[in-house]
């Protein structure tokens, strides 16, 4: 904890003293970690548990091993494919473990008194925002709770519903000052400016036919190298190109020869420990931190980047080259933050940054307690944005959080269990009807009253009760309707573990259009038809019934690596079998030993929970266990 809080802090910790639950919107880096750690504090003097939720599996990952520094062997973790210490009165989850305890036996939450939420703005994400607004509309009344945001400018309109919901009193917390001041700086035609103005202009001014100098990021990098303004975190929009810049960066030596050679003992004593002396990818990795540089995407092995996030943390990566999701509530500031471009991809073509997403990552600028100022480069490609679009990014508002309120199959059925059709009262109580207007408040009942028609339309609900099928289904989150009907034909019965991993994996894996579908046994192609008859029969059906998103279509593209770790075959040779980053195909094996747990809690026939027992040792070994690896992340010394 910081020595002298501000005052935003000492008056959310003055609420959580006085009882109330708490919504804090700051910027990033302003010091929002201080209050939840003031409320673990607080709770675990007077013998009460607390609940710490984040969005993505890296962040409970790093949050553990923080709090386990904080408070020795009172923390544990529970996420999909891990569960440390799951009796702990500290419990890191994932939002989503946390949302199926409320759903499938509240009871484990009895010991709890408060559950933190980081990055609740995350109730906007269009894919996983639903588990947010479930897990507060359905919160034990026994908890309260402690809210973190980046700035939203309707977090009052937030604090104002979930107390018309619950009834209990919720304060509110806004601060809009950033402790470390941010200076912005633009490169254009390879020209680095100071003045926004005088970019804009140029902008209005900009011949496209006659000039064209491409901005170099060399230029950038040797400018703040000249500067002194490194660490430096360079956002990049893509896997490759994070990894194209840090290579072309290689030519600069950020570090005197003796911190390189702390740096290559450092990473080859993390190497041997973790198994991954020799691994190809291992190699690159050193070679740039020996420089100072490193990237650090999806792609990269969960443990190579464990290995380079303590590199940067120490100070010994001077440049990072990472993904946007670096930004994410991962503690990892920098003096500057660069943008390789201020437009990104999407399932639906490119579009500029949002202002949020663009303050979220600058905010990673400025060290609290090291550094004056922070520095934010933007690089400005003509040919991608206009100066309106530029300046909005900029200095326009943030954008505000809306309800993606969407109740899956998982959650109706859990709580059709509960509560059969009064289920239907649970929409009035969700942010989505309290942001609508009448019409749209129309709609978004008539699309849960859908959902449950469908359920009773393919016999998920019969009689007012869950069918086999249904009580099946309701455990399987995320793929409830897939495995449902797998299960009512009786096609997991009689599988093989190799068999019923190849089939988990087909439906987890998100894919991309580019990707060519491997050559397939047989057997493999047999089960792919039969799946996909499925998928379409349900599709349909949700057509029908005007329900989205729509029951996602299988991927067979990692089938020859899923059958050859399964074998037996090392890690090395799998991406040989299918083009794909090694920190993906990890992902997938790790979605399905998260399925695979969930079949296991299931009431099912005994050839399939046999089947998935073995599956389950078959494939949570070596690289691929990230119980263990956690485990031996934690136990691993810091760089001297």
Partial sequence: MVDVLDPFQVQAIQYIK???????????????????EEVMKDSLREGRGVVYTAPIKALSNQKFRDFSRLFPDKVGIITGDVSINPESPLLIMTTEIFRNHILESSSRLLDKSWVI?????????????????????????????????????????????????????????????????????????????????????????????????????????????????????????????????????ERFDFLD??????????????????????????????????????????????????IIERLFSSGFIKVIFTTETFALGINMPARTVCFDDLVKSTGKGKRPLKVREFHQMAGRAGRRGKDKE??????????????????????????????????????????????????????????????????????????????????????????????????????????????????????LDNLSPVELTVLISSIVFEGRKRDRPPSLPSWVKEMKEKLEELVRHLRSKERRYRLHPLTKKPNFFLVPAVIAWMEGKEFSELTKKVKVDEGELIRNFRMCIQVLRDILKTESPASLQE??????????????????????????????
């Fill in 117 to 249: 939420f980081d990055e609740i703005h995350y109730l906007d994400d269009i894919e996983r925002g639903t588990v947010w607004e479930e897990s507060l509309i359905l919160l034990p009344s026994h908890m309260k709770f402690l809210a973190l945001s980046a700035t939203i400018p309707n977090v009052h309109s937030l604090a104002e519903w979930l107390r018309s919901i619950h009834h209990f009193p919720v304060k509110e917390i806004v601060e809009k000052k950033r402790p470390v001041p941010l200076r912005f700086y633009f490169q254009f035609q390879n020209e680095i400016y100071r003045s926004f103005k005088k970019v804009e202009k140029v902008l209005y001014g900009f011949d496209y036919l006659k000039r064209n100098a491409p901005n170099r990021t060399t230029t950038l990098v040797k400018r703040l190298k000249e500067m002194e303004r490194i660490p430096a975190i360079y956002f990049a929009f893509s896997r490759k190109k994070c990894e194209e810049l840090a290579y072309e960066m």
């Fill in 374 to 491: 922070g520095f934010v480069y933007s690089r400005v490609n003509p040919f991608h944005i206009n100066a309106w679009e530029l300046k909005k990014i900029l200095y326009g508002r943030a954008e505000p959080v809306r309800s993606q309120f969407n109740a899956s199959y998982g959650t109706t059925l859990n709580l059709y269990q509960k509560h059969q059709d009064a289920l239907l009262e649970i929409y009035p109580l969700s942010f989505h009807y309290h942001q609508q207007q009448k019409r749209g408040k129309i709609r978004g009942l008539q699309l849960l009253k859908n959902r449950v028609s469908l359920l009773k339309d393919l016999s998920y609900i019969k009689e007012g009760k869950l069918t086999a099928k249904g009580k099946f289904s309701s455990q399987l989150f995320g793929y409830e309707l897939i495995f449902g009907e797998l299960f009512e034909e009786g096609l």
């Fill in 257 to 306: 020869r003796d911190s390189s050679r702390k740096v290559e003992e450092f990473v080859n004593e993390l190497g041997e420990k973790l198994n991954l002396l020799g691994h190809p990818y291992f190699e690159r990795v050193k070679s740039l931190a020996c420089h100072g540089i490193a990237f650090h995407h999806a792609g990269v092995l969960p443990s190579l980047k464990e």
């Fill in 611 to 640: 089947s998935a027992s073995e599956a389950l040792h078959k494939i949570k070994k070596g690289i691929v266990d990230a119980e263990e690896e956690l485990r031996e992340i934690t136990s691993l010394p810091e760089i001297a």
């Fill in 18 to 36: 006085e009882g109330y639950s708490v919504i804090v919107s700051a910027p990033t880096g302003a010091g929002k970690t201080v209050i939840a």
